[in-house]
């Protein structure tokens, strides 16, 4: 069946590896970009299919519902899959009205504009919301986050994504648009933007900088490479069922402080350093507002239903990410000029 699919926020860090994954599964899609290119978004990232005959790019946003309709109806797009958001907490710290507008009324828009385009046959369509395991907010020492944990946000990042999925699922039951919704846990992988822990730890033992560890460090993350966040995207977009909630996680946990660690010893070895050198960078620092102390995804139902599990270890994704940013300096020196450089002084110098 052909269909022509609006991947919105395709040229950040996880929609890159959705695009890739569909341009080249599926040549008889018309797969169309639609991004703001905001300071997540480069289009660096799909270089290397920019020239396939199924792809399509459209600089626009999701905070301008006549861009909207207008690529709607351009494309003729059957389906979306909905990626683009603010996804940093700090940044959702040091400005909350940004992930209001973006991840609130920007999904919105989305959904009305999907469901005006789409009124003579809502039941023929998808509209797919990718979102995160922060709205459950956070665990205790044991325990999991099911489909059916109450949602409990912390952040105003956390907040404004669970609103979103309030909305997704408002528009199923009041108007019938047909939804799915994956709540995901923390991802690495090539193409991180260096704000975020993994990257932007990699990016500091290159330079020689500080590692600010949050607090003590104690903070534990559920961590699944990016193209296995794209595979399940891949497969609950085909096979999910509608109107349902998958939770997609690595079961793969990791204190903070334990994967810094290791991050410093693979760094080591990559840059032929003495054992222990990236060690001594890490700096122990405020710890952030409201620090969700633990997430951790039962992700059975996704596994059970649809057969999708992980397809690389963390030491093989680990490895792999690291080979990345030590082969593509010009893509961190492009995205850290700038407007990066205002954002590290005002996030970090007081800590
Ligand atoms: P990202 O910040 O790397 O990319 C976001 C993209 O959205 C960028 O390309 C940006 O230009 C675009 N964008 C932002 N505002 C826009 C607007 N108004 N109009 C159009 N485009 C806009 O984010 P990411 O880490 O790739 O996350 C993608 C999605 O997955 C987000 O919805 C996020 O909440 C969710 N998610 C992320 C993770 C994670 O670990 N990164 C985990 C679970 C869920
Ligand atoms: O769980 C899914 C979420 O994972 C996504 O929805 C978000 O978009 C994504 O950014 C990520 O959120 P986190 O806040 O968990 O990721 P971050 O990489 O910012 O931080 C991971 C952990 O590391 C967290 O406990 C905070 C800590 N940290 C982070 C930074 C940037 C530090 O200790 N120091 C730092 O400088």
Not at 49 to 76: T, W
Not at 105 to 123: I, P
């Amino acid at each position: 069946m052909s269909r022509n699919i609006l991947i919105t926020g395709g040229a950040g860090f996880i929609g890159s590896h959705v695009v890739r994954l569909f341009v080249k599964k599926y040549p008889h899609y018309k797969i169309i970009n639609l991004d703001a290119l905001t300071y997540a978004g480069n289009l660096e990232n799909l270089e290397d299919i920019e020239n396939e005959p199924n792809y399509f790019f459209e600089k626009a946003n999701i905070l301008q519902p006549d861009q909207l309709s207008e690529v709607f109806s351009r494309y003729g797009i059957t389906d979306v899959i909905h990626l683009a958001a603010e996804s940093h907490v700090d940044r959702s710290i040091l400005s909350p009205l940004d992930f209001i507008y973006t991840n609130i009324v920007g999904t919105v828009n989305l959904l009305n504009v999907a469901k005006e385009q789409w009124k003579a046959n809502l039941s023929g369509h998808r509209f797919y919301h990718v979102s995160t395991d922060e709205v459950y907010g956070t665990l205790g020492d044991t325990g999991f986050f099911t489909e059916t944990t109450a949602y409990s946000p912390n952040s105003p990042y956390s907040a404004s994504k669970a609103s979103s999925d309030h909305f997704v699922r408002a528009y199923g039951e009041t108007y019938h648009m047909q939804y799915v919704i994956t709540n995901c846990s923390n991802n690495y992988g090539p193409n991180h933007f260096p704000e975020k822990l993994i990257p932007l730890f990699i990016n500091n033992i290159i330079n020689n900088k500080p590692l600010p560890v949050y607090g003590k460090g104690e903070n534990t993350r559920d961590w699944l490479f990016v193209i296995d966040h794209a595979r399940a995207i891949d497969t609950v977009f085909h096979h999910g069922k509608n109107n349902e909630t998958y939770n997609i996680g690595g079961f793969n946990e990791w204190k903070n402080i334990d994967l810094v660690k290791l991050l410093c010893k693979l760094m080591d070895e990559k840059l032929g350093r003495q054992p222990g050198t990236s060690e001594q960078l890490i700096s122990y620092v405020k710890d952030r507002p409201g620090h969700d102390l633990r997430y951790a995804i039962d992700a059975t139902k996704i596994n059970k239903e649809l057969g999708w599990s992980p397809s690389v270890t963390f030491e093989e994704g680990l490895a792999k990410t690291i080979d990345w940013y030590l082969a593509n300096s010009q893509w961190l020196e492009h995205v850290t000029s700038g407007d990066y450089q205002k954002y590290y002084e005002q996030q970090y110098a007081e800590r």
